[in-house]
């Protein structure tokens, strides 16, 4: 065999896995001390036992399983005289019962280009762990490859464990009441969050940007915002309720889009995945005001110019008992309806601070 076969031979093998087995899911390399940094060169691992039938996985139970011990692995350079080179016969790699031999002929790699000029990564072997116990031979499952840069990884990771705080929200008006069918118009802050933290050594500058508003109530009514929040002089859109006087509970889910930065914050890349986070609720009093025939005004003024025989219904006393009914403290706010209801008098003087 002439050495320009030998080195094209000697190129396949060092490229590719081969046709006939099956890839394995990703899993731990679990003694290759690089595997932290290179653990993308993992997921080629071949299951041992495994072959195809018309490029298909067969049933064959792998021989590695959460009972038994896990297959060893390492990285080890090739070497050009593990391989046989007679004139007319088949190069095939050799397989090593026990530790992988040294070289007497060093094998040069093929030239991959990497990213900022990274060294390959030697190939990877497997010793299978057997069933009886003991270990199989040292099979070659990738060749020189280039290594995966662990750092983007890393910062996902920082990325999903990042603290977010809540976001800060009020509602226009700020009365801690509404009239059901106007509403109230939530305002939520937009302001992103940053942290910075040390990723492999590597300082990074998390961002986290609020992006999505859904606003819920516990009367189950619902509105989703984006982008930049707007009051009520810019138009903002109102969260309505069930048109029935009740109190209500309104909770903010915000979802956050992630980025870094590696240059204290002078250019953003974008992290993968998204984040939630839940406000604390606010409670709000739901008036529905009916139209009503009075025959005085809310200062006593009569038709028949004598002052009323008892207070007159408003908006926040639609009962006329003399109480704002959503000063009636959240715990209480069921039994004080129902009392008034049955035409019985409330007599806790419990009440809520009034908000202006």
């Known amino acids: 065999m002439t050495r320009a076969a030998i080195a094209t031979f000697l190129l396949a093998i060092t490229c590719c896995t081969p046709a006939n087995t099956a890839l394995a899911s990703p899993r731990e390399c679990a003694d290759d001390p690089n595997s932290a940094f290179y653990a993308g060169t993992c997921k080629s691992v071949i299951e041992l036992g495994m072959t195809t039938d018309n490029g298909r996985p067969t049933t064959t ?57 990274a060294t390959p990564v030697a190939p990877l072997w497997v010793s299978p762990a057997l069933e009886g116990g003991g270990y199989g031979p040292w099979q070659q499952v990738s060749g020189y490859q280039c290594p995966t840069d662990p750092l983007p990884a890393a910062i996902a ?92 509970e309104v909770t903010l889910t915000t979802t956050w889009t992630g980025h870094y930065s590696l240059n204290d914050g002078a250019t953003w890349t ?17 008036f529905n005001p009916r139209v009503q025939l009075v025959d005085c005004d809310t200062s006593g003024n009569c038709a ?34 129902a009392t008034r209801a049955d035409g019985r008098t409330w007599s806790s003087r419990e009440r809520k601070p009034a908000t202006e």
């Open 157 to 248: 990771r920082a990325w999903r464990a990042m603290n977010i705080t809540p976001t800060s929200y009020t509602t226009q008006p700020a009365t801690g009441w509404a009239i059901a069918s106007m509403g109230v118009i939530p305002v939520a802050s937009t302001e992103p969050q940053t942290s910075a933290v040390t990723v492999l050594g590597t300082p990074v500058l998390l961002r986290a940007t609020p992006t999505t508003f859904t606003w819920t109530t516990s009367d189950g009514t619902e509105l989703t915002t984006t982008g930049a929040s707007h009051g009520y002089d810019d138009g903002g859109e109102p969260l309505t309720f069930d048109r029935r006087e009740h109190r209500t």
């Open 270 to 286: 974008e992290a993968p995945g998204t984040a939630t986070t839940t406000s604390d609720s606010t409670s709000i009093h739901v």
């Open 61 to 117: 139970t792998p021989v590695s399983s959460p009972d038994t011990p896990k297959d060893r692995y390492q990285r080890r350079e090739m070497c050009a005289d593990w391989f046989q080179l007679e004139e007319g016969t088949t190069p095939t790699t050799r397989t090593w019962a026990g530790e992988i031999p040294a070289c007497a002929e060093p094998y040069t790699p093929p030239d991959l280009e990497c990213v900022a000029d």
């Open 304 to 337: 028949t110019g004598t002052g009323p025989a008892q207070v007159a219904p408003t908006l926040t006393d639609p009962d006329a008992d003399g109480i704002d009914n959503h000063l009636i403290p959240d715990h209480a706010i069921s039994a004080y309806l």
